[in-house]
């Protein structure tokens, strides 16, 4: 069965430190991994990755996937209270469809 | 260029009633695939369409179906409603199979509580 877990579930830091959220999965028919930000409602798409390597976004946002060990790491630098929010990390299962794997997520507060 | 739109934004039902979400994919999109999200939980994939068919299924009864139209449009219908069925119902529109882009598109969602 496909399996995604993320952690911390929850973290709390200040203003201007820097996180690093884990995601390791266990999926069949993989082909990428997703990240996405959730505020209100609707996820927000950040990143998509295929490849084990560095993607960037924004400059503070940076993440990596490792293919061979099953996992990802979000990371955020200089934190601003705009990025309180929920991460979820979701593999992309392809069996003729594309079946995204969601993680519970981890749960993102910075205070001021 | 128009994102992801779902109706209604809430509903409240009873249970055993039935009831019927609706998606419009983004501009561009061919691809509907709807997922619940349950409270402090991840999204969990309920299917997926494209050509107007179902294409994948995750692990939900037969209660719920769905339905993609010729413009790429979609609904979700739930039959006999459970008080476990309260949920974040999101629909997410993306390219079919075969196009090289697996990105997801999220719309705001349909809350639904039954009582």
């Known amino acids: 069965e496909d399996k995604v877990v993320q952690s911390p579930l929850s973290l709390v830091v200040h203003e201007g430190d820097t996180v690093t959220l884990n995601c390791s999965y266990e999926v069949t028919n993989f082909r990428s991994l997703l990240w996405y930000k959730q505020e209100k409602k609707a996820p927000t798409f950040l990143f998509m990755l295929?490849?084990?390597?560095i993607e960037k976004k924004s400059g503070r946002l940076s993440s990596i996937l490792d293919k061979k060990e099953l996992f990802s790491i979000l990371n955020i630098t200089a934190t601003q209270t705009g990025d309180s929010a929920i991460y979820l990390c979701a593999p992309h299962a392809s069996q003729g469809a594309q079946k995204l794997v969601f993680g519970q997520g981890t749960r993102l507060t910075i205070n001021p | 260029d128009a994102g992801v739109t779902q109706s209604p934004t809430h509903l409240i039902k009873t249970r055993g009633q039935q009831v019927t979400l609706r998606c419009s994919p983004k501009s561009g999109h061919d691809t509907v695939s709807w997922y619940q999200q349950a409270l402090g939980q991840g999204p969990q994939f309920i299917f997926q369409?494209?050509?107007?068919?179902?294409?994948q299924r995750g692990n939900f009864p037969d209660r719920f179906s769905g339905h993609q139209f010729p413009n790429y449009s979609s609904e979700l219908n739930v039959n006999a409603l459970l008080l476990g069925d309260s949920a974040l119902y999101l629909c997410a529109s993306s390219l079919k199979p075969g196009q090289g882009r697996y990105e997801q598109y999220f719309g705001p969602g349909t809350r639904l509580t039954v009582t």
């Open positions: 295929t490849s084990s390597g």
């Open positions: 369409y494209y050509e107007e068919e179902e294409r």
